[in-house]
């Protein structure tokens, strides 16, 4: 459910404390899976360059390919800026852009998930030229499906995601309805939120369970472990 990686270059605009150069970009041109150019093919200069704030070259690079940049947000009208009137217009209209974007993210007509898709289709491609199997592994990570505020509408949300990213050819397993069941207390979480020893069982159990089924080859038998 981390869509937005696809869309964003820079990692700082989701989390500042974070100090990563700038990640790749792909975009869906002419309908290829086409990767964006490099902005500074030496890392470090995203750090050099911007030291004192964003340069103009990294503004446009951002304002084009970069879905969790919003200018309303991080821009300030060179003449109205100061107005304490324009700085809530300005958050409202970011608060907004940000929620929209968010929300559509599972949506098969929504840029996220449709270069998440040729990513993965991309990968199928080169794995099945290199004469192996693909298996395309859907993990819900969300904390609302173990905490008992999930809604009907999420599960609408995951099933048409799932049903747009496993069309054929592709070959997928499903974890949620697996892994939906379990009870809170089993769903364990490191400090910075991923899971867990005890979740990371059940996640390979159920990977393990359905690779059997789903290809047919012979894999040794999981061993029983207290997971509880």
């Given at each position: 459910?981390?869509?937005?990686?696809?869309?964003?270059?820079?990692?700082?605009?989701?989390?500042?404390?974070?100090?990563?150069?700038?990640?790749?970009?792909?975009?869906?041109?002419?309908?290829?899976?086409?990767?964006?150019?490099?902005?500074?093919?030496?890392?470090?200069?995203?750090?050099?360059?911007?030291?004192?704030?964003?340069?103009?070259?990294?503004?446009?690079?951002?304002?084009?390919?970069?879905?969790?940049?919003?200018?309303?947000?991080?821009?300030?009208?060179?003449?109205?800026?100061?107005?304490?009137?324009?700085?809530?217009?300005?958050?409202?209209?970011?608060?907004?852009?940000?929620r929209q974007l968010h929300a559509n993210l599972m949506n098969p007509e929504g840029e996220a998930l449709i270069v998440s898709r040729a990513i993965f289709d991309a990968m199928r491609q080169q794995v099945t030229a290199d004469g192996a199997a693909f298996v395309l592994v859907i993990l819900p990570s969300e904390y609302h499906w173990w905490s008992g505020t999930s809604k009907q509408s999420h599960l609408q949300d995951w099933r048409r995601m799932v049903s747009f990213v496993c069309a054929e050819p592709m070959v997928c397993i499903d974890l949620l309805p697996e892994l939906r069941s379990l009870a809170p207390k089993q769903v364990d979480r490191t400090y910075d939120g991923h899971f867990g020893p005890k979740m990371n069982l059940w996640i390979a159990t159920a990977v393990h369970n359905a690779l059997k089924v789903r290809l047919s080859i012979p894999l040794p038998k999981a061993e029983a472990v207290d997971v509880n």
């Open positions: 459910e981390d869509l937005w990686r696809d869309i964003n270059t820079l990692r700082q605009l989701r989390d500042p404390s974070w100090e990563m150069p700038l990640m790749p970009r792909f975009v869906i041109s002419d309908g290829e899976l086409q990767l964006v150019p490099v902005l500074y093919p030496d890392p470090f200069d995203l750090y050099r360059r911007n030291g004192d704030g964003l340069s103009p070259e990294l503004r446009a690079y951002l304002r084009r390919y970069d879905r969790l940049y919003f200018p309303a947000k991080y821009e300030e009208h060179p003449v109205t800026g100061k107005l304490m009137l324009y700085k809530l217009l300005a958050r409202a209209l970011w608060v907004q852009q940000e």
